[in-house]
């Protein structure tokens, strides 16, 4: 159910990418968005005027901006030493997934990959919402790396593959009805991602000539 903290408006971005999320861009209506966050049928123009491509380019947004949220959180938390490394930051990451199947026995999706898949069916903007949404992502997630020890040009594109793995697993687990490829890619990825920290724990040097 949609937090009750929420106003209207906040209670149907909310549900349209828990709706997204399970479903697909294509198979969520707006009044399926309208009951599950148990809002007045007519206030979704009122508040959407641009329908349901705005309603869904809002939701991938509002995912975007949780997802990276998420990320400084998973930093937080990762107070032990043995913790303290790219790899625990990606466990934490894929955690979110192997915790709900552990729940509820099912892998939900993700609002940003369900919102890209089905872009065609949702509007030329939610392409860019998507992209946006992936950006609002990585960045923390490259600006985490970096704090674990890991240099600043390799920071990005390491996120770009953390994310980019997940992604593909939470598809993969979906499908066999399992967290196994969770699991796999968090066990096989983990030490690639700490051979990137530098030998002293920091943000190696580049030099002039662009070596490190």
Known sequence: MAGTRRGPRERMVFSAA???????????????????????RGSLQHYF?????????????WAGRY????VAR????L???AERKPSGLFAAMVRQWTDE?????????????AATVDCASAGPSTRRAAAAAFTAWREPGAGALV????????????????ISSLEGAII?????????????????????LDAAVSPDGGPAAVSPDGGL
């Open 172 to 192: 993969m687990a979906r499908a066999e009805g399992g967290a196994g490829p969770l699991t796999t890619v968090a066990r096989e990825l983990g030490p690639l």
């Open 101 to 113: 199947y552990a729940a509820t026995g099912t892998v939900g999706g993700c609002p940003v990959a």
């Open 67 to 70: 997802a990276a949220g998420r």
């Open 79 to 81: 107070a032990e030493p």
């Open 18 to 40: 828990q709706l997204i999320r399970r479903d697909g861009v294509g198979a969520t209506g707006m009044r399926d968005v309208a009951a599950h966050a148990e809002a007045p």
């Open 74 to 77: 998973f930093l937080a938390e």
């Open 147 to 162: 704090e674990l020890g890991v240099p600043a040009e390799r920071a990005e594109p390491l996120a770009t593959l953390m």
């Open 49 to 61: 005027p641009g329908g349901k491509e705005q309603l869904v380019n809002e939701a991938v947004a």
